[in-house]
């Protein structure tokens, strides 16, 4: 399964990005998916994942209020939609698949993960 991460770039702090993931080839719609990041020199750290069918949702507490995970299940795209973003939100950011239909938390729930889309926050 390959997963296409994009979206990401330069934002001034306060700015706003949307990042898709999506799978041409196969659909996950009967999948949890989740977004993790990684900045420099930090462990992954979870952000955000939506269960298979969109009606649930789960954030880290630095992003909640903030960040938005929601998905098109006719696109087989799932999304980021990040506001107010701040330079601690700088890092790479992966979406993944989970094994199951929940919405986890758990990097090691996932099983496919994107290449990454770089999102970078300027003070």
């Known amino acids: 399964v390959q997963l296409q991460a994009s979206g990401g770039g330069l934002v001034q702090a306060g700015g706003s990005l949307r990042l898709s993931c999506a799978n041409s080839?196969?659909?996950?719609?009967?999948?949890?998916v989740g977004w993790f990041r990684q900045a420099p020199g930090k462990e992954r750290e979870f952000v955000g994942a939506v269960n298979y069918n969109g009606g649930y949702t789960t954030y880290a507490d630095s992003v909640k209020g903030r960040f938005t995970v929601a998905r098109d299940r006719a696109k087989n795209t799932v999304y980021l939609q990040m506001n107010n973003l701040k330079p601690d939100d700088t890092a790479v950011y992966y979406c993944a698949v989970a094994r199951k239909s929940g919405a986890s938390s758990v990097r090691d729930e996932y099983q496919y993960w994107g290449q990454g889309t770089l999102v970078t926050v300027s003070s």
């Open positions: 080839r196969r659909t996950f719609s009967n999948n949890g």
